[in-house]
């Protein structure tokens, strides 16, 4: 049986033809699966569940229909999507699962996560991080207004948008915005796992690493800007698969 692991589709309405692609993803290629795992930046942004987008409703249907058909759907918070909550899971009939977790895959653990928590290099970013994880600041947020919502996540948008092009200015991009190869390690140790599956960074590749004198590999998803990407684990096949 195969399972199924994306990321980074950052779907929203100025691209529908992902929205599109992603949901023929879920009526074929998903269909039989043992199960499917978003491990985060599902939508571009996402400001509250009762934002009623059309995006986020046409998704929730395709995701409801694979989980009727027997795939269990998994979903793990991305940085642009955290603040996705129980109501819009229940919806969608997936599952929150936390951010890392470990799970058994093929009859052995393995780690999975969206990936920003490996970026440690980034400060700026993880005291942002950390910030709009609090449960208090997300309440609070929660409360204003849907228009005050969508206002701020622009703004964060564009601050992010700033701070890229500093960096690349500063020619840090490459450094800063990848894993931290300390930390990565570090996360091996942790989990006492020898396969890490994450997203985030949109540079995807297959990593073999050894770590602590054992043979480890570190996967890294696709986006979905030029066209799908799907990681296929079934027995001993790990593979990278693009899809259009
Ligand atoms: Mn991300």
């Given at each position: 049986?195969?399972?199924?692991?994306?990321?980074?589709?950052?779907?929203?309405?100025?691209?529908?033809?992902?929205?599109?692609?992603?949901?023929?993803?879920?009526?074929?290629?998903?269909?039989?699966?043992?199960?499917?795992?978003?491990?985060?930046?599902?939508?571009?942004?996402?400001?509250?569940?009762?934002?009623?987008?059309?995006?986020?409703?046409?998704?929730?249907?395709?995701?409801?229909?694979?989980?009727?058909?027997?795939?269990?759907?998994?979903?793990?918070?991305?940085?642009?999507?955290?603040?996705?909550?129980?109501?819009?899971?229940?919806?969608?009939?997936?599952?929150?699962?936390?951010?890392?977790?470990?799970?058994?895959?093929?009859?052995?653990?393995?780690?999975?996560?969206?990936?920003?928590?490996?970026?440690?290099?980034?400060?700026?970013?993880?005291?942002?991080?950390?910030?709009?994880?609090?449960?208090?600041?997300?309440?609070?947020?929660?409360?204003?207004?849907?228009?005050?919502?969508?206002?701020?996540?622009?703004?964060?948008?564009?601050?992010?948008?700033?701070?890229?092009?500093?960096?690349?200015?500063?020619?840090?991009?490459?450094?800063?915005?990848?894993?931290?190869?300390?930390?990565?390690?570090?996360?091996?140790?942790?989990?006492?796992?020898?396969?890490?599956?994450?997203?985030?960074?949109?540079?995807?590749?297959?990593?073999?690493?050894?770590?602590?004198?054992?043979?480890r590999r570190r996967v890294v998803l696709g986006d979905w800007y030029d066209h799908g990407s799907v990681l296929r684990v079934d027995g001993d096949r790990v593979e990278?698969?693009?899809?259009?």
């Amino acid at each position: 049986m195969t399972t199924l692991f994306i990321s980074d589709l950052h779907l929203d309405a100025e691209r529908p033809q992902v929205t599109d692609l992603f949901l023929r993803f879920l009526r074929d290629d998903a269909r039989g699966a043992a199960a499917l795992y978003i491990l985060g930046d599902l939508f571009e942004a996402w400001v509250g569940d009762d934002d009623p987008s059309e995006t986020g409703a046409a998704v929730a249907q395709g995701v409801r229909e694979l989980v009727d058909a027997g795939t269990p759907v998994h979903f793990i918070r991305g940085n642009r999507d955290f603040l996705l909550g129980d109501d819009y899971a229940r919806r969608a009939g997936m599952t929150i699962v936390q951010d890392p977790s470990v799970v058994m895959l093929e009859g052995r653990p393995a780690l999975i996560l969206h990936g920003d928590l490996l970026c440690t290099a980034d400060t700026g970013y993880m005291a942002f991080r950390a910030q709009t994880r609090d449960p208090k600041w997300q309440a609070q947020f929660l409360s204003q207004p849907l228009p005050a919502r969508i206002a701020f996540a622009q703004h964060a948008r564009a601050q992010s948008r700033d701070a890229q092009a500093a960096l690349k200015n500063a020619g840090t991009m490459e450094t800063i915005t990848d894993v931290a190869p300390s930390t990565v390690d570090e996360y091996f140790v942790r989990y006492g796992v020898d396969l890490m599956i994450h997203g985030h960074t949109h540079r995807p590749a297959i990593h073999a690493l050894d770590v602590g004198g054992r043979a480890r590999r570190r996967v890294v998803l696709g986006d979905w800007y030029d066209h799908g990407s799907v990681l296929r684990v079934d027995g001993d096949r790990v593979e990278l698969e693009g899809l259009r």
